[in-house]
């Protein structure tokens, strides 16, 4: 390790947190559209100058990011070898989601740091930009069968050069979205915290010094690889799979398999994904830089102390057959990856906890329901409704799962509805937990929440909907239930009706008045419901979690005496 004392280690260690946090602030507090200024929907941080390995990274950023933007940072260090014109004040910007992960709508900033004339670290942004073209607006296009379909698809360039902004760059981002008014201030966000981050590292590096501070980030990587293999160490030998399913693709209504194989030997994992589907024609698929990042999450979940570091990643090995939905080719769509990576997630807890059930959770509602509502106003000006929507968490050792929450790849939050109403021509006439959503055990999962949203411009609009969990339940472990199935349906004229595809539809037709309705999965139960306290069960029961005859079937009638 890095020979530096533990008292400056921890010092700067916070110090540079400090730094990613308050750059992750600036954006969410400039940002113009609500999926950054309100849900969080981005991230910021420090990364290695020559590998572009994560060093810090924001508490508020989202974790999915912590992966793949080591990967982005990487791809700006290989065009910048090729064209060998790298200068301090330089801004690479790009989108392009097999090169740096995720998918289109999250934008990526990246500026080189320099110190005394030398290349010290990087400095990243990324945020998710409310369009960026593309057929269906918002971006999640679940008919997609290329990544042309599903948004404007840049790579990396010099949005600036040595601090001198090239205005073609941005004349071309302007022109390749719906909402350009609103891409320009999230644009400004993103620069104004790279600016923030330069003027922090500056004020870090004249009281430390360069060496002292480098020192410290060779210590930080080193010392996480060394807590993630103690943490290896704790848990037996052994090898564990665990196997569970998309619904569809978006064009083919079949299921596609997402399968694991966890082995652990001493200090080191491998993840290994072999049997998971092949590439498909849809927009479930993902590159390989999200898979890895993807699997980083799952482990931080299991491991919650780790730092958010690169070097937790060096005693896992993460294996991607080639070919597969997991390690997709251009131009193979990925917009959707939210609900492939949260289906890897799902199935790394679900093989941990046959090693270690003690340490995880069940799985939670395992989709965003990313929903895009869409039309013009009176006046001509085109609005775009984009959100992602809660559900509930799994159960553990330590209790019920949490009613309501956000998925379990980030941190963002759901924007509130009062913000969603007071910029869009939409009411929401539900907005509330859903009984008996939950998978019932000894500690039931959360409830998911139903969201009816109605339609207030006259002009009517059209909605499209990104989700899964339709036909395959969040699952239970250590003897829980699963939950509840996700549902959807919209108005029409002759009543409600339900997406063909069960979670995916493009093009929902909407008059003023008519509303879409979602119903979302709660969490997987854990431990047999068998031994669930009667009177956490009647206390459900009062509140109206739960109802008094499902009680009956999954806990049996010993609640009631309790009651009377």
């Known amino acids: ?242 196997t569970d399913y998309l619904d569809n693709d978006g064009i083919t209504d079949e299921p596609l398999v997402i399968k694991v194989a966890l082995e652990i030997r001493g200090d080191q994992m491998v993840l290994d994904f072999a049997g998971s589907a092949p590439q498909c024609a849809g927009p479930v698929n993902i590159a390989l830089p999200t898979t890895v990042a993807a699997a980083y999450v799952a482990i931080k979940h299991i491991f919650p102390m780790l730092p958010a570091n690169a070097g937790v990643m060096r005693p896992i090995e993460v294996r991607v057959p080639e070919g597969s939905m997991l390690a997709a080719q251009f131009p193979a769509p990925t917009g959707g990856y939210t609900e492939t990576i949260l289906r890897m997630i799902d199935v790394i807890f679900s093989a941990a906890a046959q090693a270690a059930p003690e340490r995880i959770v069940a799985n939670a509602y395992g989709t965003i329901n990313a929903l895009s509502i869409a039309g013009k106003r009176s006046d001509g000006r085109p609005w775009v409704m984009f959100s992602f929507y809660g559900g509930g968490h799994g159960g553990s050792l330590e209790g019920d799962g949490l009613n309501h929450g956000n998925a379990p790849i980030s941190t963002a939050t759901i924007p509130p509805m009062e913000i969603l109403e007071s910029v869009y021509p939409v009411m929401f006439r539900q907005w509330a937990l859903r009984p008996d959503s939950a998978g019932d055990g000894m500690h039931r999962g959360g409830m998911g929440a139903i969201y009816e949203i109605e339609v207030l411009e006259e002009n009517g609009a059209e909605a499209f909907l990104f989700g899964e969990r339709g036909r395959f339940a969040p699952k239970g472990i250590a003897g829980g239930a699963n939950a509840a199935l996700n549902l959807f349906s919209y108005a029409t004229d002759d009543g409600f009706a339900h997406p063909p595809l069960v979670s995916k539809m493009r093009g929902i037709k909407l008059r003023q008045g008519q509303t879409v309705r979602l119903e979302t999965p709660g969490g997987g139960g854990y431990g047999p419901a068998a031994d669930r306290a009667a009177d956490a069960v009647a206390r459900d029961v009062a509140r109206g979690l739960v109802s008094a005859e499902h009680a009956d079937e999954a806990y049996g009638q010993a609640w009631r005496e309790i009651t009377t």
């Open 1 to 242: 390790m890095a020979d530096i004392d533990p008292i400056t280690l921890a010092v700067l260690a916070g110090r540079m947190e400090q730094i990613a946090d308050e750059m992750d602030a600036t954006l969410f507090r400039a940002a113009f559209n609500p999926i950054i200024a309100e849900a969080h929907d981005a991230s910021h941080g420090l990364y290695h100058a020559s590998t572009g390995d994560t060093l810090v990274q924001g508490k508020s950023g989202l974790p999915i990011f912590v992966g793949v933007m080591a990967f982005a940072v990487k791809a700006v260090i290989d065009k910048a070898a090729a064209d060998g014109d790298l200068a301090d004040g330089d801004i690479y910007i790009f989108n392009d989601a097999h090169i740096g992960g995720t998918h289109l709508s999250d934008m990526r900033l990246v500026r080189p740091y320099y110190r005394e004339g030398k290349l010290f670290c990087y400095l990243a942004s990324v945020g998710h930009w409310h369009d960026v073209g593309g057929a269906v607006p918002g971006n999640y296009n679940p008919a997609a069968t290329d990544v042309f379909q599903e948004a404007f698809n840049l790579p990396p360039v010099k949005l600036a050069r040595a601090g001198e902004i090239n205005q073609d760059i941005i004349d071309i981002l302007l022109r390749n979205t719906r909402l350009p008014q609103s891409a320009m201030g999230d644009l400004n966000g993103q620069l104004g915290a790279l600016d923030l981050g330069i003027k922090r590292m500056d004020e870090l590096l004249d009281a430390y010094g360069a060496d002292t501070v480098r020192a410290a980030l060779d210590a930080l990587g080193d010392r996480a690889e060394a807590l993630m293999r103690a943490e290896l160490e704790g848990l037996p030998d052994g090898r564990w799979e665990a």
